[in-house]
């Protein structure tokens, strides 16, 4: 049974940094892309990064202080924020689709009913 845990939100000061995890069972994090997203209150669902074996792609808000990496043997997807911005807090949900969709070259992997399976969310709350 596939299924996707994250953990690692929280509450943190603008400019701070989180590290979200999103760990995975019931498949092996190689063979597919995982994707970060979040949702705000009274905001869509919106794609964060995706990463495969191969490549990480980010969206343009988070480009060069987000930052995707995966342990293989703990089969563990990570996700470095780095100078947090209140804008930033929401819901960080992970969620898991075929590799071909995550892309460098284009934002096609946005698109949320690529992605089969989701996580239950984390919270992750800039403020001061």
């Known amino acids: 049974q596939v299924q996707l845990v994250e953990s690692g939100g929280g509450l943190v000061q603008p400019g701070g940094s989180l590290r979200l995890s999103c760990a995975a069972s019931g498949f092996s994090v190689d063979d597919y892309a995982i994707g970060w997203f979040r949702q705000a209150p009274g905001n869509e669902r919106e794609a964060v990064s995706c990463i495969t074996t191969t490549v990480a792609s980010y969206a343009h808000s988070v480009q060069g202080r987000f930052t995707m990496s995966r342990d293989n043997d703990k089969n563990v997807v990570y996700l470095q924020m780095s100078r947090l911005k209140p804008e930033d807090t929401a819901v960080y949900y992970c969620?898991?689709?075929?590799?071909?969709?995550?892309?460098?070259?284009?934002?096609?992997?946005?698109?949320?009913?690529?992605?089969?399976?989701w996580g239950q969310g984390t919270q992750v709350t800039v403020s001061s």
């Open positions: 969620a898991t689709t075929d590799p071909r969709h995550c892309s460098s070259s284009s934002y096609y992997w946005a698109v949320i009913r690529l992605w089969n399976y």
